[in-house]
């Protein structure tokens, strides 16, 4: 259990969290942590209402207090009297946060909750007529902190599981590859104009991109085929082991087919994410697998 307060008009309030209550959960695309925040809330002063418009959150983990998530929330809630209230916070937690807490955690997790409440004081006035207006009289940011643990079999055991991490691959492959050269300009270019359109989600442009690099390499691997001379970059595609270009042509031909949608009317649906980060990895892994064989005919 953790516990945090926070102040209005030199009254206390509080907020706690219980460690039993927190849910993991993963759709096809996000892993979340939702964690219940307990309110306490007591009302500073007679003839007086607080409206809580909103809370921002920020989950940090561990001793060094690593950045995890960051949480936007409007509450839209008044209180007249004592209240005690919960708000659910969903962080959204990505593979990279939740490899990086499975490769610091020892024991029990430790994480922190840092709030900060926008609240207005309304105080209630009664005039000649006896009718009861609120005046808004002063805007504040409060502030409060919440530490708190998770048991580390609760975390491998309940919650791990549900955030589908196993389920997670981190895959690094580079941009760069020290036997592309006179390949290297297009294929970055084309490769960080793909990445720049799949970060402002626009997958369709950001396949465009990448089957741009697959029609240079398509096309060489054609004219090898047919004992055709190919483009001066790729000369050295002819030379490769039979199993290898067999690889690489079955690799190209594959993802080319299913990069290139149909454009007829009323047929054609745009990418979605998950097509576009897996055309794009495929893509890069290929060509690195090219510059590699390439590099191993230089030094034979």
Not at 89 to 115: A, C, G, H, M
Not at 215 to 230: A, T, Y
Request: glycine letters at 4%; hydrophobic letters at 35%; proline letters at 3%.
């Amino acid at each position: 259990m953790g516990k945090g307060t926070f102040a209005i008009i030199s009254t206390v309030h509080d907020v706690e969290v219980k460690e039993q209550e927190i849910l993991a959960s993963s759709d096809a695309l996000n892993s979340y942590l939702t964690i219940p925040v307990h309110v306490t809330f007591r009302l500073p002063q007679p003839n007086m209402a607080i409206d809580f418009l909103g809370c921002e959150s920020t989950l940090l983990f561990g001793e060094n207090q690593m950045f995890c998530s960051k949480l936007s929330k409007n509450l839209g809630y008044t209180y007249f009297d004592f209240s005690e209230f919960p708000i659910f916070l969903k962080f959204n937690l990505t593979k990279d946060v939740i490899s990086q807490i499975e490769k610091n955690r020892q024991s029990d997790l430790r994480f922190t909750i840092k709030l900060n409440f926008l609240i207005v004081i309304k105080n209630k006035i009664e005039t000649v007529s006896k009718k009861i207006i609120w005046s808004s009289n002063l805007v504040q940011n409060l502030n409060s902190q919440i530490d708190f643990h998770i048991p580390k079999s609760t975390w491998i055991e309940n919650l791990l599981p549900s955030l589908r991490y196993n389920n997670i691959r981190l895959i690094e492959i580079p941009k760069t590859h020290k036997q592309l050269k006179d390949e290297y300009l297009d294929i970055i270019s084309e490769f960080d104009k793909a990445e720049d359109y799949f970060n402002k989600k626009d997958y369709n442009k950001c396949i465009a991109h990448c089957r741009h690099v697959l029609d240079e390499l398509n096309r060489n691997l054609n004219k090898v085929k047919k004992g055709e001379p190919s483009e001066s970059s790729y000369t050295w595609l002819s030379k490769i082991s039979k199993c290898s270009f067999d690889w690489i042509n079955c690799v190209c031909g594959s993802t080319h087919a299913i990069s290139s949608k149909t454009h007829h009317s009323g047929d054609f649906k745009g990418f979605t994410r998950q097509e576009a980060e897996s055309i794009f990895l495929v893509v890069l892994g290929l060509i690195n697998f090219i510059a590699h064989e390439k590099n191993q005919l230089i030094n034979s």
